[in-house]
C-alpha cells in the first residue's frame, strides 16, 4: 500500500550486535513521524524535522525499552491450540479475571467492545499499512506513530479546529485518520458516568471556544461550531498535548515484560485496545517501598542495552497480582495508580486459562486466583483459550520533549 506523503516513514533496520534477539534473528522496528510541523524545535542536539535516518536508532530499536518485546518476531511452527497436556488434574493454574481487577485507576468493562465491523476495518488497516509488505509477509512487529503538536502557539486558527477530533489536541497532526476516528469512538464508548468524568478529560480534554460573545462552550469531538469571524483560543496546556499510538503485533507465544511505561516520556492515562486475538493481561504492584526506585530506573533505562525497561520480581509484591483477560475489540485504560504503581504485562504463553462465565471467588483475595482445570469443588469454571495473532493499539500522551528524541539527556547515556 502506498504511503501517505506526509508522513515519513522509516523501517530501521538493526545492525549491531545488541539489537540481534535471543535468537539470532534479526529484529525490524518501525516508525513514523508527521514531518508537517507547525514550529520547527530546535534543540542543541538536532531537530525534530530530522528525517528518521538521522534519529538515534537505538532510542527506537526492537530492543529499547521502548520495545519490550525481547523475543524473536518469528512464527512458530507448532504452537498447541489446547492446553498443556502435561498439566497434572491436581496441578495449579493460575486464572485469569474477565472483569476488571480492584486496582485504582484500572478501567476495564467486558461489555464495552468495538463493533466487529470497526475493529475488522481497523485491523486490515494496520496489517496492509504497517505490518505486511507487498507480499502480504509480516515485517515488524511494532510500529510507532507520533502525534505532533504545536508548540508555544496560544491561539489556533478555525480550519485547525476542524480537524480536531477526540484525539483531545485540536491542532495536532501526524495519526492516521482512521487511529483518530477511533479515538473518537473509544471517547464515546467509555464516556461518563462509565468512566469517572475525570479520568475522562485526562483522556479526552475538551477545550473551550472563546466566541466574541465571550461566550465558552465545549467544541464537539468532531468539527465545530464557532463561526467563521469567531476568535478561538485554547488554553496551552491543550494544544501542546501530543499523543503516540504503538501498534503492537504478537504471535501465538509472544508476550511483553512486565514494565511501567516509560515516565519520562509518557504522561498519565493510557489507552489498549486488543484487536483480533484476545490475551491475559497481567498486573503486578510494586512494592510501595520500592515505587520511587521504579520510577527512576524505568527513566534512565530508556537507553539502555538491557532487552527490555522490565521490572525485576524484586521490586514487586507477590500478594498483589491479578490477571484479566483482554478479549478481542476490549479497551482498557490505565491512570493513576494503575498506571504508575503496578506493572502490565503478557506472558509468553500459548493460551490463557480464562474464568468461564462468573467471577472466580477464589484464593485468599490477596495473590492470584488459583484452581485445577477441573476444580468443581470450588464451583470455578475456567476454560483455555488459545491465544491467536494479537493486533494492539496503545494511546499515551507524550510529554514535552518526548517527541525530540536525542534532545533530552535524560534519554541519553553520554
Ligand atoms: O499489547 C498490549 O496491550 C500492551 C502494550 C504495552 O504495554 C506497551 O506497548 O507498553
Ligand atoms: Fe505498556
Redesign the pocket.
Known amino acids: 500500500m502506498k504511503r501517505k506523503p506526509d508522513l515519513v516513514e522509516s523501517i530501521i533496520e538493526s545492525n549491531s550486535q545488541k539489537e540481534e534477539n535471543h535468537h539470532g534473528k534479526r529484529m525490524r522496528f518501525h516508525v513514523e513521524i508527521p514531518t508537517s510541523l507547525t514550529t520547527t524545535l530546535d534543540t542543541p542536539q538536532g531537530n525534530a524535522s530530522e528525517t528518521p535516518n538521522d534519529i538515534d536508532v537505538d532510542t527506537f530499536s526492537s530492543l529499547s525499552p ?3 518485546f525481547d523475543e524473536a518476531f518469528t512464527f512458530p511452527s507448532s504452537f498447541p491450540a489446547s492446553p498443556p497436556l502435561h498439566l497434572h488434574p491436581d496441578e495449579k493454574v493460575q486464572i485469569a479475571l474477565r472483569t476488571a481487577p480492584p486496582i485504582p485507576g484500572l478501567f476495564f468493562d467486558p461489555s464495552v467492545r468495538l463493533s466487529e465491523d470497526l475493529a475488522e476495518e481497523l485491523a486490515g488497516y494496520c496489517m496492509g499499512r504497517y505490518f505486511n509488505d507487498d507480499d502480504g509477509k509480516r515485517r515488524v512487529n ?1 510500529v510507532m506513530l507520533f502525534e505532533r503538536a504545536p508548540v508555544d502557539q496560544e491561539t489556533v486558527t478555525e480550519d485547525a479546529v476542524s480537524c480536531g477530533s477526540g484525539s483531545g489536541c485540536p491542532t495536532s497532526t501526524g495519526l492516521p485518520p482512521p487511529l483518530l476516528a477511533l479515538l473518537d469512538k473509544i471517547s464515546d464508548l467509555i464516556r461518563p458516568p462509565l468512566l469517572s468524568s475525570k479520568t475522562h478529560e485526562l483522556l479526552f480534554p475538551s477545550f473551550a471556544l472563546y466566541t466574541g460573545t465571550g461566550r465558552s462552550e465545549q467544541v464537539p469531538r468532531s468539527g465545530h461550531s464557532a463561526t467563521s469571524t469567531s476568535r478561538i483560543e485554547t488554553h496551552s496546556k491543550q494544544t501542546k498535548q501530543a499523543r503516540q499510538a ?1 501498534l ?1 503485533l ?1 504471535a501465538p507465544g509472544e508476550g ?1 515484560s512486565p ?1 511501567v ?1 516509560l515516565l519520562r516520556r509518557f504522561g498519565d492515562g ?1 489507552i ?3 484487536l483480533c486475538g484476545g ?1 491475559v ?1 497481567r498486573f503486578e504492584r510494586i512494592r510501595e517501598e520500592r515505587v520511587e526506585e521504579v520510577a527512576e530506573r524505568a527513566s534512565w533505562q530508556s537507553r539502555s542495552d538491557s532487552p527490555s525497561s522490565s521490572v525485576d520480581s524484586v521490586f514487586l509484591s507477590n500478594s498483589n497480582v491479578h490477571e484479566l483477560y ?1 478479549p478481542p475489540n476490549s479497551i ?1 485504560v490505565l491512570s493513576g495508580e494503575a498506571r504508575y504503581k503496578w506493572t ?3 506472558e509468553r504463553r500459548t493460551g490463557d486459562w480464562v474464568s468461564y462465565g462468573d467471577e472466580v471467588n477464589v484464593g485468599d483475595g490477596e495473590g492470584l486466583p488459583q484452581a485445577t482445570p477441573n476444580d468443581s469443588n470450588l464451583g470455578v469454571k475456567v476454560e483455555w483459550i488459545p491465544r491467536t495473532t ?1 493486533l ?1 493499539i ?1 494511546f ?1 500522551w507524550l510529554l514535552p520533549g518526548a517527541d525530540i528524541v536525542g534532545g533530552d539527556t535524560s534519554d541519553c547515556e553520554q
Open positions: 521502548d520495545s519490550l511494532q504503538i503492537n504478537y511483553i514494565h511505561d493510557i489498549g485496545v486488543s490475551c493481561m483482554l482498557i502490565h504485562g503478557i494479537r494492539s496503545t499515551r
